[in-house]
């Protein structure tokens, strides 16, 4: 079977500048990669899990990959064709959706739920003969009341704005349905209805989809594979539950090690990150996660690790990924003894 989609060493570039840069300096200033080389592919209704720290280059990526930011290089390739003009990325956005990571921002707040359902028929042109109606199947569809059409959305509560704003991505039964950071803001009960309300979705409607999140211990359960981003690189990719059992790098194991654990007896366990999160303007040499990662050794602060294949379905990038257990108990009680010394 071929990828419904396929991103090919896609870079995105922003230029840093503020006003009195600008002012200053007449000349233009160099971009600096915010996304840098990233090559995924996602089979028809498969779920990958894209996940990262804030400030990763995961909005921009899924938005790139829409066509809504320009990318600086790469190729975009869906259902093996080539995306490369406006009207391509256009085509390709009648057969996916979006779902942005402020979902009520995003919906405008002087219309009611039922005309908001509808819209993006109407913008793409479709015929819509009964507007209410096709609102209330999409209300049932994810679980809220037909009555909801006459709703403002700020008369919905989190959890209903993000099942308003699913109903609203397949409204145009998209191929592909990229959600960003779907369960931010909402209270913990609710963040697991909602990622399983798209899962339930995704296998009653067989569109593909890429959830974005900060989120691992969540969306482990809803994805099929994981890839994982550091200041705009894809660090590791796998099958999912492989990745939780033997993670590959060291980012993705002090990620899954620092996922809160609810039991306080355990807290010891619990670890967390350490360091700042360098900026993707000022990137560190060599590997870029030295200045944090607790495996880290001379050659990793000059060299840059190749992204590479490891067995028949997974790729890591780092010159000593975690493949024994006693190099991850030493990687664990290294960042245990950092966290001891914070
Ligand atoms: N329009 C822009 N101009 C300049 N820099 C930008 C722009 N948009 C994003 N950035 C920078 O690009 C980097 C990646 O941002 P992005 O929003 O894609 O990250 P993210 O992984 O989605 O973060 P979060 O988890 O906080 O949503 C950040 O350093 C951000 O400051
Ligand atoms: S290359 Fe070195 S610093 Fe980078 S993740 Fe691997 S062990 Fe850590
Ligand atoms: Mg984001």
Redesign the pocket.
């Given at each position: 079977m071929s990828p419904l989609l396929a991103v090919e060493d896609l870079s995105v570039s922003?230029v840093?500048s503020s006003l009195l840069d600008r002012l200053i300096n007449p000349f233009p200033l160099p971009g600096f990669n915010?996304v840098d080389g990233v090559t995924l592919s996602l089979m028809p209704a498969e779920t990958l899990g894209l996940v990262?720290e804030?400030?990763?280059?995961?909005?921009?990526l899924a938005r790139t990959i829409l066509g809504l930011v320009q990318a600086a290089a790469g190729r975009i390739v869906f259902e093996g064709r080539e995306i490369a003009t406006r009207s391509d990325f256009r085509a390709m956005r009648r057969r996916s959706a979006m779902m942005f990571?402020d979902p009520v921002a995003s919906l405008s707040p002087r219309l009611r739920v039922g005309t908001l359902l509808t819209e993006p028929q109407v913008i793409q042109g479709l015929p819509t003969p009964d507007r209410r109606a096709a609102a209330k199947a999409l209300l049932a569809l994810v679980g809220l009341p037909a009555s909801f059409v006459d709703r403002f959305p700020h008369e919905l509560s989190g959890g209903q704005a993000r099942r308003v704003g699913v109903a609203r991505a397949l409204a145009m039964k998209p191929d592909l349905l990229l959600a960003d950071?779907p369960t931010a803001g909402l209270d913990v009960s609710v963040q697991g209805d909602v990622l399983n309300l798209i899962a339930e979705l995704k296998r009653e409607l067989g569109f593909a989809t890429m959830i974005v999140t900060?989120n691992l211990a969540m969306i482990r359960h809803v994805s099929d594979r994981l890839a994982i981003m550091y200041l705009g690189r894809l660090v590791e990719t796998g099958p999912t539950q492989e990745v939780f059992s033997a993670p590959l790098h060291p980012y993705t194991a002090t990620l899954i090690r620092s996922e809160p654990i609810p039991d306080p007896r355990r807290r010891s366990h619990n670890l967390a990150i350490t360091g700042e999160i360098p900026s993707?303007f000022r990137r560190p040499s060599g590997c870029e996660f030295h200045t944090r990662c607790p495996l880290v050794q001379s050659r990793c602060k000059t060299e840059a690790p190749l992204y590479r294949p490891v067995g028949a379905d997974r790729m890591v990038r780092c010159h000593f990924p975690l493949q024994t257990g006693g190099q991850e108990r030493k990687a664990v009680s290294r960042a245990s003894a950092n966290q001891r010394g914070n």
């Open positions: 922003f840093r915010v990262g804030s400030g990763s280059g995961k909005t921009t990571q950071e900060h993707v």
